[in-house]
């Protein structure tokens, strides 16, 4: 059964950093793209960065020059620093491995962005 496994929330004060994790198991991960998606309260989930299976990287215009998305294809893994954090950061982080028709979506881990 695949899981995407998202980890590395938390607290942070604004202008502070992060870095949030999600691992891949039972899928060949290499072969799919991935994403970050945010979903803040009250609001619809929305992307925020995604890589390709070559790891061509693209970002929100909101995110550019802070975020840095990479993937660790020995690992499972995508991973999404997060720099200069802002209170409208804050949300629930999930991870989406997509490709060849099919997705799936790990359950999100919480950041919160505040002093």
């Known amino acids: 059964q695949v899981q995407l496994v998202e980890s590395g929330g938390g607290l942070v004060q604004p202008g502070g950093s992060l870095t949030v994790s999600c691992v891949a198991s039972?899928?060949?991960?290499?072969?799919?793209?991935m994403g970050w998606y945010r979903q803040a309260l009250g609001k619809q989930r929305e992307l925020v960065a995604s890589?390709?299976?070559?790891?061509?990287?693209n970002y929100v215009d909101s995110v550019k020059g802070r975020f840095t998305i990479s993937r660790d294809n020995g690992k499972n893994a995508v991973y999404m620093q997060m720099n200069n954090l802002k209170p409208e950061d804050t949300g629930v982080y999930y991870c989406?491995?997509?490709?060849?028709?099919?997705?799936?979506w790990g359950k999100g881990t919480l950041v919160t962005v505040s002093s």
């Open positions: 890589i390709t299976s070559d790891s061509s990287p």
């Open positions: 039972a899928i060949a991960f290499r072969f799919y793209d």
């Open positions: 989406k491995l997509y490709g060849y028709g099919i997705e799936y």
